[in-house]
Each structure stands twice: as C-alpha cells, then as structure tokens.
T-cell receptor, first 115, second 110 residues
Framework: DGGITQSPKYLFRKEGQNVTLSCEQNLNHDAMYWYRQDPGQGLRLIYYSQIVNDFQKGDIAEGYSVSREKKESFPLTVTSAQKNPTAFYLC??????????????FGQGTRLTVV | AQSVTQPDIHITVSEGASLELRCNYSYGATPYLFWYVQSPGQGLQLLLKYFSGDTLVQGIKGFEAEFKRSQSSFNLRKPSVHWSDAAEYFCAGGYQKVTFGTGTKLQVIP
C-alpha cells in the first residue's frame, strides 16, 4: 500500500542529544514537509523540500536540520540547539514540488519527548 | 501576512445536529484551500479541497465546504453529526507553501 511512514511513533531522548526522525514515502511525490504540532498552535512548518537535493526553511527551522538525498526519504534531525524539542512531529508529502500546490498526505506522526 | 484563521478553538454539538466550522483566509488572490481532520495521536486526513470552479465542495464522510470570496471564508459543514466525528479539524491554505489554522476541537455529545 502506498503511504508515508514515520518512525518511531514514540521517541525519548535526554536533553543535549541530537535525534533523527525518519520519514519515508512510496507515493512518488516530489515534495515533502516537516511540521511541528503543539497544543493550541496548529501545525508549524519546519522545513520543506520540493525536489531531491534541495530544501528550504519553513517558519521555525532554528534547531532543526534535514536532508533530501533520495526522493522517498526526508529525515529530520532535532539538534541540541532546539530549545523546546518536546512535541508531536508530522511528515507530509504532496505530488507537485513546484508550480502549484496539491493536497498533502500525512504520516502518523512521531511524539518526541526530551527529558 | 498570508494566513488562515479558525476563530473557534472548541465546539460542542449534539449527535444528529448540524455542524459548521469556520475558516477565514487572508491572501492576495484565491489560494488553494483544504480541510483536514485529526484523531488524537494520529496524522491528518484530507476531508476536501478547493482549487477553483464550483464554490461548494463535497468531501468524504458527508462533509462539504463553501468558498465565499466576498467573506474570505471557507467554512466546513455537515448536516448531521455522528459521535465518530469527534476530532480536531484544521483548515489550511496557500500556494506552494501551505499554512494551517490553529484547529477546532469538536466534541459530540449523545
């Protein structure tokens, strides 16, 4: 079945450690996105990529890094520079990377807790 | 700034009653507009989308939304709510970069 897979579903890390969240899609979509969700704040865009080997900062990119070496994969690293990393992270993809917006398909999310 | 606004944080309706969730957008031209639903601890599922054309859009699960340019609104409606509709609903809009509203949490009482 086609879809977006995020792993793991729950992740615990100690403060000061970097952690990488996985996102894989087999929908052959060009664009991929990372969002952060906090209660009462909706979804805030961290990074997005419209094409392989290219990505752009979203609204809250500080303390995060990404790579897009393959079309199917868009891992997110939460670095120790991120001041409040505990949150629910959502990965999404959409068909068109450039020239227009199509609807986004979402993974099931990763809940990161930093202690 | 370009954005979508959901003025209602929380709405409670009785099962079988009608539902309307509000969404207002602020863009220079007509953006692409979407409604998504999220169950607790899950990802988002697309309910419906508006790109152009007919201003009344039908979606899944019996939902519809109407685009009103004069009011800069894209409100979500359902004629009769079921207990399983209890979830959080997000309006989203944009061009190449999509912005999400802060969400409306729907509670359904028997």
């Amino acid at each position: 079945d086609g879809g977006i897979t995020q792993s793991p579903k729950y992740l615990f890390r100690k403060e000061g450690q970097n952690v990488t969240l996985s996102c894989e899609q087999n929908l052959n979509h060009d664009a991929m996105y990372w969002y952060r969700q906090d209660p009462g704040q909706g979804l805030r865009l961290i990074y997005y990529s419209q094409i392989v080997n290219d990505f752009q900062k979203g609204d809250i990119a500080e303390g995060y890094s990404v790579s897009r070496e393959k079309k199917e994969s868009f891992p997110l690293t939460v670095t120790s520079a991120q001041k409040n990393p505990t949150a629910f992270y959502l990965c999404a993809s959409s068909l068109n990377g450039q020239g227009g917006t199509t609807e986004a398909f979402f993974g099931q999310g990763t809940r990161l807790t930093v202690v | 700034a370009q954005s979508v606004t959901q003025p209602d944080i929380h709405i409670t309706v009785s099962e079988g009653a009608s539902l309307e969730l509000r969404c207002n957008y602020s863009y220079g031209a007509t953006p692409y507009l979407f409604w998504y639903v999220q169950s607790p601890g899950q990802g988002l599922q697309l309910l419906l989308k508006y790109f152009s054309g007919d201003t009344l859009v039908q979606g899944i699960k019996g939902f519809e939304a109407e685009f009103k340019r004069s009011q800069s609104s894209f409100n979500l409606r359902k004629p009769s709510v079921h207990w399983s509709d209890a979830a959080e609903y997000f309006c989203a809009g944009g061009y190449q970069k999509v912005t999400f509203g802060t969400g409306t949490k729907l509670q359904v009482i028997p």
